[in-house]
């Protein structure tokens, strides 16, 4: 059964005015248990609108969210529940810390749920390891950490309520090539050890082609493409028209493709790159 | 070459009661003028501390720091200093003091005491530079991140500055928003012959540059055309960064077996080393 799935959700500011904009239209979608879907779109596509109904900060204007078949809005407590089953993690996070001790703001979450101390204790141990973050750090105050640590405290914050889905808006934003990679190797290995399932919310195709399971673009508020990330990044011609970045790999096979070369368009790794142009040389044997 | 910023031995530290961090240490730096300069390293190795050295935002505790001649520690030479050198910065929401665009690009000539008229044609003249004439009366709240940016870019060559300092003005906006802000500056860059510093840790950027210096504990750890710095693979192992994406692929193919030039850094270099690779190889 599908962890977290959406029905028909649409979303409207300003209903019933005259200046009333759907921000999502009719969206779709199933995710399974311990995938990694990968949510594109550009800035006003509605992305972060239809996450922040998977948690029930926001109640859609019709349609309908359920997490293991059910409909999180059906009740007030459902409602609250879907907090903590769906741990949130908005953009730029660090700006969110605000306790004395970095442990304190790992623990906040926990500690709203209403857990023992032991357990609270163990939960943010588990997470700040998971991020990376020694035990000596705990103690310090957040400010005093360096930019890539607070990121990475902020975001074990969220993973010590241990949520069901882990939804992370631009994890990555603002970071230098070793934090990028840093965040999306933790993120990766979080997944695999825990079987969680995990929501990637980038701007970085290449992110996206390298580590989700699944893709969904949205474009004007709508689910423009969602399929496997075979299914979606094979269509880079589609992505470009929406004003996607696609990857460099795939711009580039494009645009040969528009010079004359016969090549196939539908690559998004290097290494599926490669191959291509070697078939197209004719150089298959020499693997 | 005629030398615009020049960095003399230049160390800067920021001081707390407990500790003194030393952010950059003893760099000799020349910026040339109507070069496009880009500065890349990590976080934490002190290149935002160095740009903010440029125009006085910071004055060095030790080295002199001279622009056009003029030591930014000399209190009285500030105003003409940062009227030769702006700076845009990273979040597009922190630099917008007015509520109408062309209001926010007269802000600085009219600090500078131009007169009205001459205003008028500089806002003009800056927005259409910048491709932003059309929301000249826009609301800068309605704008996207890379337009915001290039209506920051509007307000400080407005200033007829000669040289623009971006301080990771990329970092916070989206792809589209990023090509929007980088096609402006180069453009500035080539058709202007305004001066660039581009601090960034987008590597695809820095591969567009005319020169690269590799920032790494707060010295200057290389410095060179993009070529040369992304053909080191050691130094960029070493100061953490990355090959710009096209170049990755570039390296993928070559172990592959195809032959490649070593400057196949941009997509567009790519693009065209593998239509001549088709070429040669008779396939197109």
Known sequence: ?287 | MDTIIQLRNVSFAYETEEEKNLAVQGVDLDVRRGEFLAVVGHNGSGKSTLAKLFNAILLPTEGHVLVEGMDTSDEEKVYEIRRRVGMVFQNPDNQIVATIVEDDVAFGPENLGVPPAEIRARVDEALRAVGMYEYRLYEPHKLSGGQKQRVAVAGIIAMRTDCVIFDESTAMIDPKGRREVLETVRKLNRELGITVVFITHFMEEAALADRVVVMDSGTIAAEGTPAQIFADTALLQRTGLELPPAAQLARTLREHGVELPDETLTPEQCADALFRAAQKAGVV
């Open chain 1, 1 to 287: 059964m599908a962890v977290l799935e959406v029905r028909n959700l649409s979303h409207c500011y300003g209903a019933k005015t005259q200046m009333q904009v759907f921000a999502v239209k009719n969206v779709s979608l199933r995710v399974e248990a311990g995938e990694l879907l990968g949510v594109i779109g550009h800035t006003g596509s509605g992305k972060s609108t239809l996450i922040q109904h998977f948690n029930g900060l926001l109640t859609p204007t019709s349609g309908e969210v359920l997490l293991d078949g059910e409909n999180i809005f059906k009740d007030k407590a459902t409602t609250h529940a879907a907090r903590f089953r769906v741990g949130m993690c908005f953009q730029y996070p660090e700006y969110q810390l605000f306790e004395e001790t970095v442990y304190k703001d790992i623990s906040f979450g926990p500690r709203n749920m209403k857990l023992s101390d032991d357990e609270i204790d163990r939960r943010v141990r588990k997470a700040a390891q998971f991020v990376g973050l020694p035990d000596a750090l705990l103690e310090k105050s957040p400010f005093d950490l360096s930019g890539g640590e607070k990121r990475r405290a902020a975001i074990a914050g969220v993973m010590a309520m241990e949520p069901e889905i882990l939804v992370l808006d631009e994890p990555t934003a603002g970071l230098d090539p070793r934090g990028r990679d840093t965040i999306l190797r933790l993120v990766e290995h979080y997944r695999t050890e825990t079987g969680s399932t995990v929501i990637l919310v980038s701007h970085s195709m290449e992110d996206i082609a390298r580590m989700a399971t699944k893709a969904l673009v949205m474009n004007r508020g709508e689910a423009a493409l969602y399929g496997t990330v075979d299914e979606v990044f094979s269509q880079g011609d589609k992505l470009v028209s929406m004003g996607l970045d696609v990857p460099a790999v795939t711009r580039i096979f494009l645009s040969l493709h528009d010079r004359g070369v016969p090549v196939r368009t539908d690559v998004y790794t290097n290494e599926q790159a490669a191959a291509e142009f070697r078939r197209l040389l004719g150089k298959e044997a020499r693997a």
